[in-house]
């Protein structure tokens, strides 16, 4: 498995999280983790709607200091 | 102190004149230069191919002659760059010249890449070049009814075009008489129909008002004749697939290894390239997490234009880039509104009037004072 990518999107409105991360999955290769930094709250319910609705996999979502770590691997 | 800026687009062209401003008695003393290498002799205002997809503006009216656009103490060569040599503070053009500096800009841009997803090309009418928009526009023409479905990819440049383009249509075919027989179905990659919270909140009772369908979390997979499918597993049947593609950078980008999908790794704050002192890229060729628009390129080019000079003039910058977009909304029905954040402040738009969709069409006659940094 190829190093975890971290995708920083703290403090952006527009795209904003999810749509930092849909551009970056695209990009990604299967197998890989991408962790996603945000300081949005709503990135932590939307991000791993999408992720289930599309079936990738939620690795694990943590809060430290506002930040939001959400970590995703691409299953397909 | 050589400056060499690569790319005579929104960013690099304010870039420049800002700093031939602020350097000009260095630049007559012999201490700096400014050169500028281009794709081509012309400069685009490229907002202005939404009007041309609905026939609202003809081609020749986005067009400029960039020599025009930039102060005289320039020197603008169409030489386009082939390869970067970052550590030998050098590159080398088409023509095969070797052109050294001591501080470069990138500001190539990004362009729509609709190959990226299969069947899209050859099934799609797409706007962000003057031949598909004129094409667009003919298919536009042809359409007597039915289902038209607005597919978008991530990322993309202009993140309003999306809503804009949908508002435009509904005025089109009301406009040709056939708005009854139009089924307009808007569809959006997240989960609500703009990236932008309180965009989002004002343009869905807008579609409901207006009779536009919607559809969310709907990520493009491919295309067929007539039918559109989605990752998270939906389909769409169309008659006509209007479609913002997923963009990359340019792929001069790409093949010199500088970032993934042609976009450079940028610091957020400084906008050099992560890792150089003396390179930094503007507009939409970072890769940071915010808006590619042109005013996201003008605002950084004034930050980096004062820290450049500040540098030559003190030894140090003397700002951080703050983040800060305007995006102007066309709403349709001759109204307008706009979105300014930055990445301290969210956007806080207010309800479209008339008044602003008259600054807004003042505004694509005013770009071009804008490019030469008047505005
Ligand atoms: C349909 C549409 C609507 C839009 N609407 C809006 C809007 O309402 N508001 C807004 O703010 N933005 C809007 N934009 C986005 C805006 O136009 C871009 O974000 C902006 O132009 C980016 O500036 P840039 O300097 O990064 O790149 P560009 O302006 O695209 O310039 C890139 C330059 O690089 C040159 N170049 C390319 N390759 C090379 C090379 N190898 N060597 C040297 N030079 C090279 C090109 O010739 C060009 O001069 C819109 C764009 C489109 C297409």
Redesign the pocket.
């Known amino acids: 498995m190829s190093e975890r990518k971290i995708v920083d999107a703290k403090n952006t409105f527009c795209p904003g999280p999810l749509m930092e991360l849909i551009g970056q999955m695209k990009m990604a290769e299967i197998g890989d983790e991408l962790e996603i930094l945000s300081t949005d709250q709503g990135s932590a319910a939307d991000i791993p709607e999408w992720i289930n609705k599309v079936g990738h996999e939620m690795v694990e979502t943590s809060e430290n200091d506002g930040v939001w770590h959400i970590v995703v691997k691409k299953i397909k | 102190m050589k400056i060499l800026v690569?790319?005579?687009?929104?960013?690099?062209?304010i870039l420049a004149n800002n700093l031939a401003r602020r350097l000009s008695g260095e630049i007559k003393a012999g201490k700096a230069s400014i050169t500028m290498?281009?794709?081509?002799d012309k400069?685009?205002y490229?907002?202005?191919?939404?009007y041309v997809a609905v026939g609202k503006m003809m081609p020749d009216e986005l067009y400029r002659d960039?020599v025009s656009l930039l102060e005289s103490c320039i020197t603008f060569r169409v030489?386009?760059?082939?390869k970067f040599n970052l550590k030998e503070n050098n590159v080398l053009?088409?023509s095969g010249k070797q052109y050294d500096y001591d501080i470069i800009v990138i500001?190539?841009?990004?362009r729509?890449h609709a190959e990226g997803t299969p069947g899209l090309a050859e099934n799609a009418s797409q706007?962000?070049t003057e031949a598909d928009?004129v094409k667009m526009f003919s298919s536009l023409q042809k359409f007597e009814g039915g289902k038209v479905v607005i597919a978008v990819g991530v990322p993309h440049?202009?993140p309003?075009?999306p809503l804009?383009i949908t508002f435009m249509l509904a005025d089109y075919f009301k406009e040709r008489g056939i708005w009854d027989k139009v089924q307009l179905h808007y569809t959006y990659p997240i989960g609500r129909v703009h990236s932008l919270e309180p965009v989002a909140k004002w343009a869905q009772p807008e579609f409901d008002r207006l009779g536009i369908t919607y559809e969310t979390l709907f990520n493009m997979k491919e295309v067929q004749p007539g039918k559109i499918i989605s990752e998270e597993g939906t389909e769409e049947d169309y008659d006509l697939l209007i479609t913002v593609p997923a963009h990359k950078g340019?792929q001069?980008i790409e093949d010199n290894e500088l970032g993934a999908g042609g976009f450079i790794p940028t610091n957020r704050t400084r906008l050099n390239i992560e890792g150089y002192e003396n390179a930094f890229v503007?507009?939409?060729?970072t890769n940071l997490p915010i808006?590619?628009?042109?005013?996201?390129?003008?605002f950084e080019a004034e930050a980096l234009a004062e820290n450049i000079a500040s540098t030559i003039k003190i030894g140090q910058p003397v700002r951080d880039y703050d983040g800060k977009v305007?995006?102007?909304i066309e709403a349709g029905e001759g109204r307008a509104t706009y979105a300014m954040f930055n990445y301290q402040n969210p956007p806080d738009p207010k309800a479209p009037t008339k008044g602003i969709h008259w600054f807004k069409t003042a505004y694509n006659k005013m770009y071009w004072a804008s490019a030469r940094g008047l505005l």
């Not at chain 2, 690569?6 to 062209?13: A, D, I, K, L």
């Not at chain 2, 290498?37 to 081509?40: C, G, Q």
């Not at chain 2, 030489?79 to 082939?82: A, E, G, M, Y």
């Not at chain 2, 500001?107 to 990004?110: A, F, K, V, Y």
């Open positions: 690569v790319g005579g687009g929104m960013g690099g062209t290498l281009s794709a081509s400069h685009m490229q907002p202005g191919l939404l960039q030489d386009p760059v082939t053009t088409e500001s190539t841009g990004s729509a706007f962000y928009a440049k202009c309003m075009a804009e340019m001069v503007i507009g939409d060729t808006s590619k628009a042109g005013s996201t390129a003008h305007f995006c102007f």
